[in-house]
């Protein structure tokens, strides 16, 4: 995001040896067993204490996650009833100190439109006799089917600014809310961790209230090492909301900034005195592995050596003949932050191989929606420091200029290309809103109308609007935005977002939400238009 804010309340953007030892130390302030750090231990059997969670599911795939307290063989078995009568079993990984004892397999050859379940099992691998307690988890395959519609949420900005698990208020709670609402899947908008975001014992509300956190070692100081950047993806595991949303509800997940540090960009060097490696690069390559260590992705691989993930973050997920996601990276192949004004620029936000690839996608997409899953928003002005912007607009509501051309390119595409049935839906300002775009309000015209729609934060502070920049004609319909900056989740309800298709008509609605069971505003879009 844009302001650096140091002190206790960061900005709102802002093995065996260290990293199991020090989760194993880590525990709920008062909490309760319910936010303590599974134990390590060497003796007895594997256990899988911090959950199992699916990722990337379509029709006939998807991929399990789990984390194993010592070495041991991942064993998967799946079934169509809870009873496990008949079942299917999927060999997995050897879990190890290489990728801190995480592991997923892939599933394949599944039905599609049905509800599977699954349990984990980890085995000692010198003795495949001893065997952990089995986890378990269920998961909907994408349907084959067109009626069968589809329906999921989706947000981000979680664990930030300070505010941490609660357990005076029950941790994460919108989490629960969320798996109550048994979505097909949850796309997760980026921002999943705060690595650069310290977590304090307690916080001073302004109105004397006092916040309480978890706290672990690894949250003590921004993340520079992998086994800092392994502990902040488990403190988020740390809440039980969290493990039992990731066992009954898949994830497909992106990333943004604070997995590696506030507002980088590639080449980027520090000038931070909190941190000692001041390669932003460098940073990079240690917090993707660790990525690709905690969420199961299609297109990414832990290695069990080296210093960086294999593969990449954008991807398209197929959800059944109504919806293709197009899972953007707007971070990894960005130019620097800038004023943005240049005349020229095929770097852009994207870089020319992803923005080509993401022409190329949609063209082949016979989905009748497209979602454009974004990190960063379109027409959002969002700043880094005095001079320089951090997302796409620049406050110019002139003709397209900086990052803002390769947005031009992309909707100019779009449109004469005649490709129907695409959205935008973001997070990253911590407030929920819903942005129209349209060539008659524009500055640069040659487009089809579009929506954005925003939400979140999931588990952060909550902030004041961000001003809107012409360039492609928003008007801002709804938004619901703090009036002051960086409130706590005690003090401001944290957002969410649904989209739901309905298998007949083929109408998608999408409902802002807040925490609390509150459908804030909600839309109708029709199938099989160019613009909305």
């Keep these: 995001m844009s302001q650096l804010v140091t002190g206790s309340s960061p900005d ?9 030892a020090a989760s194993a130390a880590a525990l709920a302030v008062g909490g309760g067993a319910a936010f303590a750090s599974p134990a390590f231990a060497l003796s007895g059997r594997p256990s899988a204490a911090w959950g199992v969670q699916t990722g990337d599911v379509t029709a006939h795939s998807g991929l399990v996650w789990v984390r194993s307290d ?14 496990f009568r008949r079942v299917r079993h999927h060999h997995g990984p050897l879990l190890g100190p290489g990728t801190d004892f995480t592991g997923t397999t892939a599933l394949r050859g599944l039905p599609p439109g049905e509800q599977i379940h699954y349990r984990v099992t980890l085995a000692d691998p010198d003795d495949p006799r001893r065997t952990g307690e ?12 067109r009626r069968d519609g589809a329906r999921f949420l989706w947000s981000g900005d979680i664990a930030g600014q300070g505010w941490g698990i609660n357990p005076d208020i029950g941790g994460f709670r919108a ?53 800092e ?56 390559a240690r917090a993707s592995r660790a990525y690709a260590e905690y969420f199961p992705v299609s297109t990414l691989r832990a290695p069990a050596d080296g210093t960086r993930a294999e593969g990449r973050m954008h991807r398209v997920v197929r959800h059944g003949p109504l919806l ?16 943005g004004r240049q005349a020229d620029d095929t770097t852009g936000i994207l870089g020319a191989e992803q923005l080509d690839w993401l022409k190329r996608e949609l063209s082949r997409s016979r989905a009748a929606w497209k979602v454009l899953a974004a990190d960063m928003p379109l027409g959002l002005v969002v700043t880094d420091g005095a001079t320089d912007f951090e997302a796409v607009a620049q406050g110019d509501p002139g003709a397209p200029l900086g990052r803002e051309l390769q947005i031009a390119e992309l909707l100019r595409f779009i449109k004469h290309r005649r490709i129907t049935g695409t959205l935008w839906l973001t997070a990253d300002v911590h407030y929920t809103s819903a942005q129209h775009y349209a060539p008659e309000r524009a500055a640069f015209q040659d487009f089809a109308p579009f929506w954005e729609f925003v939400s979140g934060p999931l588990a952060a502070g909550g902030f004041p609007a961000n001003k809107l920049d012409g360039t492609f004609g928003p008007e801002r319909v709804f938004v619901r935005a703090p009036e002051r900056a960086n409130l706590s989740p005690m003090e401001s309800p944290q957002y969410f977002g649904e989209v739901d298709i309905d298998g007949d008509s083929g109408e998608l609605t999408v409902r802002l939400r807040a925490e609390g069971g509150v459908v804030l505003f909600s839309k109708v879009l029709q199938p099989g238009r160019v613009g909305q």
């Design 134 to 145: 089995p986890v378990t988890g269920t998961f909907r395959t994408a349907p084959a089917r």
């Design 229 to 284: 950047y392994r502990g902040n993806f488990r403190y988020n595991l740390l809440d039980h909301n969290v493990r039992a949303f990731n066992a009954q509800v898949p994830t497909i997940v992106q990333w943004d900034d604070h997995e590696v540090r506030n507002n980088w960009y590639p080449g980027q060097i520090l000038d931070d005195a909190r941190y000692t490696e001041k390669s932003v690069d460098v940073l990079a």
């Design 12 to 20: 709102r953007r802002t093995v065996l040896r260290g990293s199991l």
């Design 70 to 83: 010592r070495p041991a063989r991942m064993i998967v078995e799946t079934a169509s009833s809870e009873s």
């Design 324 to 339: 293709d996601v197009f899972v953007l990276d707007m971070r990894s192949y960005r130019n620097a932050n800038s004023p």
């Design 175 to 227: 989490y629960e809310e969320m798996r109550r609402l048994d979505p097909d899947f949850f796309l997760c908008s980026g921002d999943t961790i705060y690595a650069d975001g310290v977590i304090q014992p307690s916080v001073t509300l302004p109105d004397g209230r006092i916040w309480r956190n978890v706290t672990t070692p690894e949250k003590s100081k921004v993340a520079e090492t992998l086994d």
